[in-house]
């Protein structure tokens, strides 16, 4: 397996556009986490999807941030408008959940720069 | 809510020396994670533990589990340049299953 795969890589973008960031987790793993790392805040949980549904969105910092996962084995984080404080690392996680949760595999990261 | 909190937020030491990081949750855990990130990287599974006063070993790496199931700790034996980057717990929320992760220790080690 690939392991975790986000997209893009790299975003830079103006203030008040949309911004949409990518996820294909690990076949077989029924969790997914989106995650937001600044220097500031550290490693800041947004979203958690269990089965494709979302269990906790209560780390989505407004309404501007939003989250699907249309089936098991893609995720978007959408920014809509984006702002210059939006700018971090976006990692997206996934693992197989449950009682006895196994280790998390995060992706490469989207680095998002909002000027 | 549940939190997890680490202490130190960094520590700098001479290479040789030892290192801790603590983790402290709020709540009993199923289990903990280790996670470690490389400047630049993402975090990566290091190891976990599930037993009430359980302790591992991954070479210089010295992992504890708390006897109430609510503490942990790494300690790093004789730290070397390639131990460097940030050292993350993380534990499952017992009601929905998240992973929340610890602020994170962030490791610099002086040659």
């Known amino acids: 397996d690939a392991g975790v795969i986000q997209s893009p890589r790299h975003e830079v973008t103006e203030m008040g556009q949309e911004v949409t960031l990518r996820c294909k987790p690990i076949?077989?793993?029924?969790?997914l986490f989106w995650y937001r790392q600044t220097m500031m805040r550290g490693l800041e949980l947004l979203i958690y999807?269990?089965?494709?549904?979302?269990?906790?969105d209560s780390g989505m910092p407004e309404d501007r941030f939003s989250a699907k996962m249309p089936n098991a084995s893609f995720s978007t984080l959408k920014i809509q408008p984006s702002e210059p404080r939006d700018s971090a690392v976006y990692f997206c996680?996934?693992?197989?959940?449950?009682?006895?949760?196994?280790?998390?595999?995060f992706g490469q990261g989207t680095r998002l720069t909002v000027v | 809510g549940q939190q997890v909190m680490q202490i130190p937020q960094y520590q700098h030491v001479q290479e040789g020396e030892d290192f801790t990081t603590y983790c402290n949750s709020s709540?009993?855990?199923?289990?903990i994670q280790w996670y470690k990130q490389r400047p630049g990287g993402h975090p990566v599974f290091l190891i976990q533990?599930?037993?009430?006063?359980e302790v591992k070993k991954q070479k210089r790496l010295t992992f504890q589990f708390g006897e109430a199931k609510k503490n942990s700790s790494l300690h790093i034996t004789a730290t070397q340049t390639t131990d460097v980057g940030t050292y993350f717990c993380?534990?499952?929320?017992?009601?929905?299953?998240?992973?929340?992760f610890g602020q994170g220790t962030t490791l610099q080690v002086k040659p």
């Open positions: 709540t009993t855990l199923s289990n």
């Open positions: 076949s077989g793993h029924n969790s």
């Open positions: 996680a996934s693992m197989v959940g449950g009682k006895m949760n196994t280790e998390a595999f």
């Open positions: 993380a534990g499952p929320n017992s009601n929905t299953g998240k992973l929340i």
């Open positions: 999807f269990n089965n494709n549904v979302p269990i906790d």
């Open positions: 533990l599930v037993k009430s006063g």
